[in-house]
């Protein structure tokens, strides 16, 4: 049976605990200590490091780590070596665990700050930590073990799971629900209206948004992310989606589970994405479009139209990814191809002067 990371103290942290606790096979001294985990270009002595290739094995060896966590077949390949190893199937999920056992969550302290204000009718569950300068509108239901960090602001009718953490300056308007051991980092905004307006003569009237969010499980969300309220019904984020720093979701989205949403991602009203999608940095979706399950967007890339589940698609207007790249490649040929026919007008012409002559 493997240990938690609770059980292990720094004292314990030797190469044959660790491999007890990643499940792991040692080769060579199971007593080295371990002081630390670090990437192979900073390791000092005392760390372990991780290694998820043959040349990235190589390399580890070559550096001043303690020991290193890897692939049997990757050890096969680099053959005899004088560091210590840690030999698991899955050496980055391992490497993972490590990380938590060196670094784990910091206990915020169980209690209301004095300068929070809590409005009427909140229900509070236990073990609740609520910082300094936080603010809790009427009718708020916080979970068990909820941690709402220094100026947190949440509003009128909200809900937040068990085990959530909500750090500073995270701002949740009214009747916004988050689920269970969620992250949401500092100046996240859940709830905000809607971008809709109607022209009317040479002005604009604002549509009202009187609908809600809806975050699952499990969701991690990045600093300065802003995820609007619907117009009617719910923008909904699906249990286990992580969304990176500065993303937008407009309202009415519905995201499903366990997507991955990177930095600086637009996503304009009324998109559905599936169940696994995959936004690259940078990609800008269209309204009212549909993304199937386990499709993936690349960096930058637009999406004007449905793409099907498990596709790949890239660039702008977003095409797959194959085909896209032959567009690409035969782009970057273009002044060659300017060059021959150039060289082909003026060899044509020649012939021509010869046959009128």
Known sequence: MAETSAELSQSDWTLARIAQLVEGQVVGAAETALSGVAGIEEAEAG??????????????????????????????????????????????????????????????????HPTAQIGPDCHLGKEVSIGPNAVLGAGVTLGDRVVLGAGVSIGDGCAIGDDTILYPNVVLYRRVTV?????????????????????????????????????????????N???????????????????????????NVRIGQSCLIIAQVGIAGSTTLGNGVVLAGQAGIKDHVTIGDQARVGAQGGVVGNVAPGVTVSGYPARPHAEKMREYAAAAALPDYIKRIRALEKRLAELEAKLDG
Do not use: M, W
Request: charged share 20%.
């Open 179 to 223: 689920g269970k051991r969620c992250i949401l980092h500092a100046g996240c905004i859940l709830g905000a209206d809607g971008f809709g307006y109607i022209p009317v003569g040479p002005a604009l009237r604002k549509v009202p948004q009187l609908g809600v969010v809806e975050v699952g499980d499990d969701v991690e969300i990045g600093a």
């Open 225 to 251: 992310t802003c995820i609007d309220r619907a117009k009617t019904g719910a923008t909904v984020i699906g249990s286990g989606t992580k969304l990176d720093n500065l993303v937008h979701v407009a309202h």
């Open 47 to 112: 760390d372990l490091v991780f290694a998820e290739s043959a040349r990235y094995l190589a390399a580890a060896l070559r550096s001043r780590a303690a020991a290193v966590l890897t692939a049997p077949e990757f050890a096969a390949e680099v053959g005899a070596v004088e560091k210590p190893l840690i030999l698991v199937g899955n050496p980055r999920l391992a490497f993972v665990r490590v990380l938590e056992t060196f670094a784990p969550r910091a206990a915020a302290p169980v209690g209301i």
